[in-house]
């Protein structure tokens, strides 16, 4: 993918839901990360950012390295994942 949608435009947040939606899946096959009784918490998205969650910095290591090894065929090439708020 080369182009995108204007920043702001209406089809913006439904197209990246839609993008991000293999990654969001991958965190949440690998089980890592924080549960609320059987409900899956370990990765919040909201408009273009992405919070990984987990009880311990182990497991959110290893939900940075699920998020590392997804296929770059999911994900845009100028995402910047970075481990800093």
């Known amino acids: 993918m080369c182009n995108g949608v ?31 009784g059987h409900m899956f918490v370990g990765v919040l998205a909201y408009a273009d950012d992405l919070v990984l969650l987990a009880p311990t910095p182990m497991p959110c290591a290893l939900c940075y390295s699920v998020v590392n090894s997804t296929p770059r065929s999911m994900m845009c090439y100028s995402m910047l994942i970075s481990q800093n708020a």
């Not at 920043?7 to 293999?22: A, K, R």
Request: glycine fraction near 16%.
């Open 6 to 36: 204007k920043q702001g435009g209406v089809l913006s947040p439904v197209l990246f839901c839609v993008y991000i939606d293999g990654l969001l899946m991958s965190l949440h096959r690998a089980g890592l990360g924080c549960h609320i």
